[in-house]
Antibody, heavy 120, light 114 residues
């Protein structure tokens, strides 16, 4: 069965950096683009970033463009999100999400999320 | 970017009654290659990841009860729960997935029992 397990969250000071990971199993990782989605406390879902299966395309929400970098290692079945210049409003539960087969596609599998808290 | 707006922000419905949630996109989410709308609905319960329940605006995900239905096209969409059950209490989000190249969610609608 498909499993997505995020890690790397924690407490970081404003201006700091953090790298999230999403370890995946149960599907052909190298054949799927993947997403990061976040939910700030008491707020709704916000799409953050997307990476194509072969890393040839990467897209970002305006709120994180220039500060966050999405990447992947297909040999390790792992998705990453490098977060730099963190701000208080980046505090959120960060999910990785897998789209269904095909393009365009909604998200049919999600991890449980990893919590990032930006605070001094 | 496409903006998704849901209404209402919350609603309280009696058990067994109908719940209706609306979602409006700022531009068409029609995918011309298959003439289908790139519109999904998710159910999100506390402590759990979101769950896909409807895609292509009206296709029910496998295993989702048939009391959930989606309708609409172009820019106006609706999620209907025909007979609300206790386990349906959740926040529901619409999402456009046209990949333009962003994927946007509505602000969410909280469904409660009256």
């Amino acid at each position: 069965q498909v499993q997505l397990v995020e890690s790397g969250g924690g407490v970081v000071q404003p201006g700091g950096s953090l790298r999230l990971s999403c370890a995946s199993s149960g599907f052909t990782f190298s054949s799927y683009g993947l997403h990061w989605v976040r939910q700030a406390p008491g707020k709704g879902l916000e799409w953050v970033a997307y990476i194509r299966y072969d890393e040839s395309s990467k897209y970002y929400a305006d709120s994180v463009k220039g500060r966050f970098t999405i990447s992947r290692d297909n040999s390790k079945n792992t998705l990453y999100l490098q977060m730099n210049s963190l701000r208080a409003d980046d505090t959120a539960l960060y999910y990785c999400a897998k789209p269904t087969t095909g393009w365009p596609a909604p998200f049919d599998y999600w991890g449980q999320g990893t919590l990032v808290t930006v605070s001094s | 970017d496409i903006v998704m707006t849901q209404s209402p922000d919350s609603l309280a419905v009696s058990l067994g009654e109908r719940a209706t949630i609306n979602c409006k996109s700022s531009q068409s989410v029609l995918y011309s290659s298959n003439n289908k709308n790139c519109l999904a609905w998710y159910q999100h319960k506390p402590g759990q990841p979101p769950k896909l329940i409807i895609y292509w605006a009206s296709t029910r995900e496998s295993g989702v009860p048939d009391r959930f239905s989606g309708s609409g096209s172009g820019t106006d969409f609706t999620l209907t729960i025909s007979s609300l059950q206790a386990e349906d209490v959740a926040v529901y989000y619409c999402q456009q997935y046209s990949g333009t190249p962003t994927w946007t969610f509505g602000q969410g609608t909280k469904v409660e029992i009256k």
